[in-house]
């Protein structure tokens, strides 16, 4: 089992940044790829990052390439999503990921889900 938990999360304006972190326990956080996700009021949760087992590689949705980045510490077992130029879309519940797989778009490839953190993003 692994538990994830998400924080960072809050108000900002247009224009503004966050930085959410996922914080991981239980096996060994490196065996797995992380990834984040969001989820609209109303909308089906969607990819938006991932990284490679030792964040060698990252991977982003079209939306917020340019503006969000994902990055490890495997040391402090946490996954990051820097968040610039915030968006009033950008408004969600962004969820961590994890899998023992590889990273991918789909909800079905993670094993282990954090409970998320609220992100809006004002006008």
């Known amino acids: 089992q692994v538990q994830l938990v998400e924080s960072g999360g809050g108000l900002v304006q247009a224009g503004g940044s966050l930085r959410l972190s996922c914080a991981a326990s239980g096996r060994t956080f490196s065996n797995y790829v992380m990834g984040w996700f969001r989820q609209a009021p109303g909308k089906e949760r969607e990819f938006v990052a991932g990284?490679?087992?030792?964040?060698?590689?990252?991977y982003y949705t079209d939306f917020v390439k340019g503006r969000f980045t994902i990055s490890r510490d495997n040391a402090k077992n946490t996954v990051y999503l820097q968040m610039n130029r915030l968006k009033p879309e950008d408004t969600a519940v962004y969820y961590c990921?994890?899998?023992?797989?590889?990273?991918?778009?789909?909800?079905?490839?993670?094993?282990?889900w954090g409970q998320g953190t609220q992100v809006t993003v004002s006008s």
């Open positions: 990284i490679s087992w030792m964040g060698g590689r990252t």
């Open positions: 990921a994890a899998s023992s797989r590889v990273v991918s778009e789909l909800k079905r490839e993670y094993d282990y």
